[in-house]
């Protein structure tokens, strides 16, 4: 991965950062505006929204220039409603004229690996640009870098969306991450352009329990974040899986998207799958787990690392991560059986359940067929999970030097 900083123009200082997060509702706004419904009340019943969000939406529309003063259209707001086929080229020139989303695309570009590859998504992208270029809470940079992110994904990847309705064309949807926070391994692989905000991990009984009975009794108003912020924003917690009607969906369907899924959000699960697909210099897998009368241990080929736990701790303070047994204050309400830390037989569990890992013939466990290969699936648009995990490579690399 590489060490080159970032260089954005901290002079190009911004006080607008748009609030909408939804294509499908703003192309229906416009539409709406552009047939003659022209004051916000209106806007809210023909929407079926509310009026705070139909001047979200509006200034989104001032932001791009589709809309002037009020709710009048500019030459391009017209042309956008009208002409479906000239809706792509006008949406990314307008979002790509503004400086914080030019600052977003430089922050990716830089955020290439070896292989040329992004290693971190739009949204982790705008909230460094909305950090270094506004002046917002953390929790309000998160919100909007979120929305920022759907729109400017939206304009990268324009031939994948239907531009009548705004909505992802059937075979490029996926929903599975649509959640509030970032992800565990997305925000890991963030960390290369510096961050102040401390990183605490943990593997909650949580985690376990939504893999094994697929989400059932996991309340989404209680742990519907992939992390969560520190009261005063100097802290931010990984360990849970978030949970919505779309993640119950993947946990009752299971595979890869399920596997993908906890492995991203659940930073335990993540470090474990980055131990166990490391290899050393001749390119051979190093690591494995045991299981015998002397209990669950990672080796490096025939050298006792320790156990799971103990092992990954270990990893992620070399991350410069902070292992924590307990979870955020928003989540101290849920059931023990939930918040309490999890084992090691409770990660070896889930490890097995998601079918990353199987018994092999002695005391060994091995990876699944196919595992590896599917990890390393990615796109130009979104890094594979193995291209995010190179950070915990080379902590990997050193840790094992002192042994």
């Known amino acids: ?29 416009v539409e709406a505006v552009h047939r003659g419904t022209d004051t916000v009340e209106e806007l809210a019943r023909h929407l079926d929204i509310e009026e705070r969000t139909v001047n ?81 809470s953390l929790s309000t940079a998160e919100r909007r870098a979120s929305g920022l992110g759907h729109m400017m994904d939206a304009a990268v990847r324009a031939t994948r969306i239907d531009w009548q309705t705004g909505e992802p064309l059937t075979e490029y949807r996926n929903i599975a991450f649509d959640f509030a926070g970032r992800t565990f391994i997305t925000a890991l692989a963030g960390r290369q352009f510096g961050s102040n905000v ?46 919505n009607e779309n993640t119950l969906e993947i ?18 699960v993540a470090l474990a799958v980055g131990l166990l697909t490391y290899r050393d210099t001749l390119k051979r897998p190093s690591i494995k787990i045991t299981n015998d009368m002397y209990g669950m ?38 059931s023990a059986d939930l918040t309490d830390e999890g084992s090691a037989e409770d990660l070896i569990f889930v490890l097995t359940e998601l079918r990353i890992i199987k018994a092999g ?18 796109s130009d648009t979104s890094p594979s999970v193995i291209e995010r995990l190179q950070p915990v490579y080379t902590a990997i690399k050193e ?3 002192p042994f």
């Open 297 to 334: 241990r990672f080796w490096e080929h025939d050298r006792d690392l320790g156990s799971p736990i103990e092992v990954i701790e270990q990893l992620a303070e070399r991350l410069g991560l902070e292992p924590v047994k307990g979870v955020p204050q928003k989540l101290r309400h849920a």
């Open 198 to 243: 401390e990183y605490r991990v943990g593997f909650p009984k949580q985690v376990r329990h939504f893999v094994e009975y697929q989400g059932e009794g996991l309340s989404g108003s209680t742990w519907k974040r992939a992390s969560y912020d520190s009261a005063d924003n100097k802290a931010t917690w990984f360990g849970s899986v978030p949970v």
């Open 399 to 401: 840790m094992l030097r």
């Open 361 to 378: 013939k002695d005391t060994s466990f091995e990876m699944h067929g196919g595992v590896e290969d599917e990890l390393r699936e990615g």
């Open 56 to 136: 979200y939406y509006l200034d989104f529309g001032r932001w791009l220039g589709m809309i002037q003063s009020g709710t009048d259209l500019t030459e391009t707001g017209h042309a956008f409603a009208e002409s479906v086929s000239a809706r792509s080229r006008l949406f990314t020139q307008a979002l790509f004229s503004k400086d914080l989303v030019q600052a977003a695309n430089a922050i990716k570009r830089d955020s290439q690996n070896e292989d040329g590859v992004e290693t971190i998504d739009s949204k982790e992208a705008c909230l460094r640009a909305i950090k270094a270029m506004a002046r917002l």
């Open 1 to 29: 991965m590489t060490d080159k900083p970032v260089q954005l123009d901290l002079t190009a200082q911004i006080t607008d950062v748009p609030q909408a997060n939804s294509l499908p509702l703003y192309i229906r706004l």
């Open 251 to 268: 946990a009752k369907r299971g595979g890869r998207d399920l596997r993908k899924l906890v492995t991203m959000c659940a930073p335990y």
